[in-house]
């Protein structure tokens, strides 16, 4: 029942929960997962000093974070070549781009995204009232032209676009998203998430002058640097930009464990190394396993892989049912023509094997309720 | 600079940061506090058994946290007796006030506090466009009867009150709370802000029916339970209220590590009791350091002790700086008449030893100031 006394806006807003976490599925199933592979989290895991250093800090979680991260933001200023006041460190991504739209996204302001990816981001625009306008991705990639055109034709406030995109794992090369900026409108600030780019092939990450006030950018510990549950990501661009979101953030908002365990996972190069080899590693895995079954892996710059089921988004549906009612978590895409495939997320050996276990099996039940 | 891309609200809002932290202090003063006692945070720590489980959960940090943060809310509905549905869980109290706000106050909307009284609330409502309106402190205590008469008449949205004060400490019985809720207007919600409550005696916490639509009730983490850092707070209220939350929180929003340890504390009723008589200690010994220098203490059902230092605001701020430049961090209220007062928040003794060592000297220095 909605309280009729929320604001119109926050009574238009569906209450049903958009998002289903694992745990609750594990909760209506009865039994664990054998495998997690569907939240794109990093099973490899994070760097051994940044479990010892949230271990370590424990006991000091009486205190508040530090408001002003500064410790990682001075080794994400380091890592980059940038002054810390480029730099807004804040709760994941999604926190990040809560703000970021409440900032720049009033009732009826038009945004701009491709149709089928992160879904988060279209909550937060729907939350603050905004309108959105898709594009259609383009063989598998989000189409940078025909999204800064629906910009223009628009009027868009915001534009998303992620490379590597999630969930397709395709990507575009950095230096061709700069080249495109000059036709995005004057009015539109670039949301470039780069959630997976520390996947991804070098080149990938857009060269973007720091001053650029056209294009804010995005990052996270939780996937390469597999820290999900500690909730830090961070957003990198012009000082006007980076500034605005003191106006609205929770200055207090920053688990301090997380602050800490994060620096010390910015500064672990070595493990970053090792763990994009396993990724690399596990995207061929998971493809082979695929194929093997007569299904078609998507290239992937991320550390997942989109795996075509050769027919439409039902049997997508069929195959990923029948996977998680054999223990494996997967997910897939929402959106046609995408949902063709399902998205496994890299793990270890163990959890492949499990995967390609469970997958002829899962094929085989979805191809019987297909021919009924 | 502003952004004139933001939306005219967000291009409203000073950008300046609000809130400065400890750690801004030490650094800008080039040296580590010799006392922290500034920010209410809970010196006597944590409960070890959520120390152990947070340490021992660092290495799951790969995984995002329960979306339904299903065990604290479990555990949290075993403690009160009530059913999950009745209890949302947080970013802290302060998360948890953003979005009730945000689901609330539209631009315009009137809002109804106390003068002086929780800044935080105060800058949520600023950011979403609210109107506030202040009643004064009444004795050192919020004027319940002033906050709702208030309430009629600007037709508030929404009305806070902390029970415990922050940051005077006073406190009202809750069954008077509760009586009071038959003046409130029918389309207000008051917001009762319990955060201090494990720190107050017996008959503080108001006795509110849990399917009561007229007040949703805040608890925390953060004080009694000595885990500022891990930013969890939740709140207890009527289904309508509380699954409002879901229609803008960030789902995935909660530290995996800050979940399971703050079901491990709540379930450590020992050394919450524990806690309790070493805050009870301390504020004893803080009213008689304070005496002892012929300051006045104002009693107090919170974890730390309003002092007046029986001037004005510029004097107590004078002393408060000397305080600080003496490597003892203490804050105090920013309103008068309460800024006639310092706020020393509870610690143990050697915490308590240097403030009553420091506190001649930063008395003489403010004293010598005043006089000149």
Request: hydrophobic share 45%.
């Amino acid at each position: 029942m909605t309280d009729m006394r929320q604001t119109p806006l926050a009574q238009s807003l569906p209450a049903s929960v958009p998002f289903v976490g694992p745990e609750t599925h594990e909760r209506a199933r009865g039994a664990p997962f054998v495998a997690r592979l569907g939240a794109n989290e990093n099973i490899f895991g994070p760097s051994p000093k940044a479990v010892a250093a949230m271990a370590d800090s424990a006991g000091e979680i009486w205190k508040y974070g530090d408001a002003e991260s500064h410790a990682l933001r001075q080794a994400l200023s380091d890592l980059h070549g940038i002054a810390p006041e480029h730099i807004m460190v804040g709760e994941g991504i999604d926190g990040l781009l809560g703000y970021l739209v409440r900032l720049y996204v009033g009732v009826g302001d038009a945004v701009v995204t491709s149709l089928g990816a992160y879904p988060t981001f279209n909550y937060h625009v729907a939350g603050f009232g905004g309108i959105l306008h898709t594009v259609p991705y383009r063989d598998d990639h989000e189409d940078i032209a025909a999204l800064f055109a629906k910009a223009h034709e628009v009027k868009a406030k915001l534009v998303y676009l992620a490379n590597p995109d999630n969930p397709m794992g395709s990507w575009h090369r950095g230096a061709d998203i700069v080249a495109a900026l000059d036709d995005l409108p004057a009015d539109s600030l670039l949301v470039l998430d780069e959630a997976y780019v520390e996947c991804a092939p070098d080149g990938t990450a857009a060269p973007v002058a720091i001053d650029d006030s056209r294009v804010i950018r995005m990052r996270t510990l939780s996937k390469a640097y597999g820290m999900a549950g500690a909730r830090v990501g961070y957003a990198m661009g012009a000082t006007d930009v980076i500034s605005g979101f003191n106006k609205v953030r929770n200055h207090f908002g920053m688990n301090r464990c997380a602050q800490i365990g994060a620096t010390a996972a910015i500064l672990d190069r070595e493990w970053l190394a090792q763990v994009q080899g396993e990724i690399t590693v596990a995207r061929e895995d998971i493809a082979r396993i695929a194929r093997s079954q007569g299904l078609t892996p998507l290239p992937s710059a991320a550390n997942f892989v989109a795996v075509d089921c050769g027919a439409d988004g039902a049997f997508a549906k069929a195959v990923l049912d029948e996977l998680v009612a054999r223990g494996i978590f997967v997910r897939m895409p929402f959106a046609a023509p995408q949902n063709r495939c399902i998205r496994i997320s890299c793990g270890p050996k163990t959890d492949r094997d499990a995967f390609a276990a469970a997958l002829p099996e899962a094929l085989a039940a979805a191809r019987a309720q297909a021919s009924r």
